[in-house]
């Protein structure tokens, strides 16, 4: 009878625990839900997941990722190297970070794209779509993105993002010497040339995904810099200067 109760008394400690520990994963995680409506009504449910601990990364992650096995005529998915989901689990929150969608049109019409939930966050952040077509972003916190978009299949257009060009200008404006830093790329050479004008700088290469691809530190001694953009293939590239009190963006196209 008294090894029934103590097994009763284990069993029920480690309930506790599993509860106390499932707790605290759960609130670990900050989530995003986005939902898609497509021009003939349906609606597709989408999840973005943040993990404080970075236990989730931005490639396909086994247990925090969930493959879309649905054929929609008409669709939003994440992208993730190429493939569909329709839940994305991911590394902590990074406002500099872009979550590419994946838009699949059988029917030409109008779309909707809205911000259901926020969960888990200390604060609300601002959410954004991106259309990279026409480099323009519209908040979703409060107002819903609407388009009219024709049949055809999107993968390089729409993004999720957490901060939006504005601000950057805004910032940038008020640092006015670095408005004398000239930033150009040579398509000959594949070689990125900053002038410093004797300014200590930090460059960042982003995606647009918001992925970093290098970081250099440009110091005052020297006031010209060559950077070589050779390893990197055709595509879109954006550029963050930094000084000390602010910080300037640029985009250029590598090809």
Request: net charge neutral.
């Amino acid at each position: 009878m008294k090894n029934l109760i103590y097994l009763c008394m284990a069993f029920f400690c480690c309930l506790t625990v599993y509860a106390q520990t499932d707790t605290k994963s759960k609130s670990n995680i900050q989530r995003v839900r986005i939902d898609f409506k497509t021009p003939e009504g349906f609606v597709r449910h989408l999840l973005l997941a943040f993990t404080k601990d970075n236990s989730a990364s931005d490639a396909i992650d086994y247990g925090y990722d969930a493959r879309n096995r649905d054929k929609l005529s008409d669709d939003l998915n994440w992208l993730i190297d190429s493939q569909r989901f329709v839940i994305q689990g991911v590394g902590a929150y990074n406002e500099l970070k872009r979550y590419p969608f994946g838009m699949f049109m059988s029917n030409s019409g109008p779309i909707e794209i809205s911000l259901t939930a926020l969960e888990h966050f200390d604060t609300p952040i601002p959410v954004f779509i991106y259309d990279a077509w026409r480099e323009t972003y519209h908040k979703i916190n409060e107002v819903s993105y609407k388009n009219t978009i024709d049949s055809g299949v999107y993968t390089d257009r729409f993004f999720i993002a957490f901060s939006n060009n504005k601000s950057y200008q805004i910032l940038s404006n008020q640092d006015n010497s670095l408005n004398e830093v000239s930033l150009n790329y040579f398509r000959n050479s594949k070689t990125l040339n900053i002038k410093t004008q004797g300014i200590p700088l930090q460059l960042k290469l982003y995606t647009l995904q918001g992925q970093l691809i290098s970081s250099h530190d440009l110091n005052h001694t020297t006031e010209t810099h060559a950077l070589s953009m050779a390893h990197l293939q055709n595509q879109v590239v954006l550029t963050v200067l930094e000084s000390d009190q602010n910080y300037r963006h640029n985009r250029i196209l590598i090809n």
